[in-house]
């Protein structure tokens, strides 16, 4: 079975510490994996997208990585900043076009 | 570029009444989009695909009779929940993206359901 957890489920920082939000997936044979952000009653908004030949991508304070042989990715957010504040969605694109979610990291960022 | 809405953003309505949801590719064809379904503190679940001019495919356990997509162009697919009741009641998203492979998907806003 395609399997997404987020771990943890929920984590309360400081502002200015920085956030390390890990996803991991049970199947290794993927095409990409995307990093997601969420917030309260509103869609999704791509932030990362990480090809299953890369190992990591980058975008201003963001830092996603990759190791597909162990099944794990990590979202780092330097730097954290209370409009940080929002729920974090793993998401893997695996070999049968399935996107397959995980339950999100909810973060809360204290000024 | 990429933009996919949703209509409307929320809807409240009576059990037993049908409400119908459309989500539309504003810049782009798309040839295939998906519909989501996201209960509070869940994950998204994959609830149909549709290819345009096609039937859509459902996912295992999800009643095609109760929820209806129709994809008749390459810009426009509809969700349409007959006869809702409360537990219905949900976050509904919709993705799409140009081709059948790998491509990125795009994900609309979402339209929050209540069944009274």
């Known amino acids: 079975k395609q399997e997404v957890t987020q771990i943890p489920a929920a984590l309360s920082v400081p502002e200015g510490e920085n956030l390390v939000l890990n996803c991991s997936f049970t199947d290794s044979a993927i095409y990409n994996l995307q990093w997601f952000r969420q917030d309260p009653g509103k869609g999704l908004t791509s932030l990362l997208l990480i090809q299953s030949s890369q190992r990591e991508q980058t975008s201003g304070r963001l830092n996603a990585s990759l190791d597909k042989s162990s099944g794990r990715s990590t979202l780092y957010i330097a730097a954290s900043q209370p409009g940080d504040s929002a729920t974090y969605l793993c998401?893997?694109?695996?070999?049968?076009?399935?996107?397959?979610f995980g339950k999100g990291n909810q973060v809360v960022v204290i000024p | 570029g990429a933009v996919v809405s949703q209509h409307p953003s929320w809807v409240i309505c009576k059990s037993g009444t049908s409400v119908k949801i459309e989500c539309r590719s504003l810049?782009?064809?798309?040839?295939?989009m998906f519909w989501y379904r996201q209960f509070p503190k869940q994950s998204l679940m994959l609830m149909a695909t549709?290819?345009?001019?096609?039937?859509?495919?459902?996912e295992q356990g999800v009643e095609k009779d109760k929820f209806l997509i129709n994809h008749a162009s390459l810009t426009l697919s509809t969700l349409t929940v007959t006869s809702a009741h409360p537990e219905d009641s949900s976050f509904y998203i919709c993705?799409?993206?140009?081709?059948?492979?790998?491509?990125?998907?795009?994900f609309g806003p979402g339209t929050r359901l209540l069944v009274l």
């Open positions: 993705s799409a993206r140009t081709g059948q492979g790998q491509e990125t998907q795009y």
């Open positions: 549709s290819n345009e001019g096609s039937k859509a495919t459902y």
């Open positions: 998401a893997v694109l695996y070999g049968n076009n399935r996107l397959a």
């Open positions: 810049d782009f064809q798309a040839t295939t």
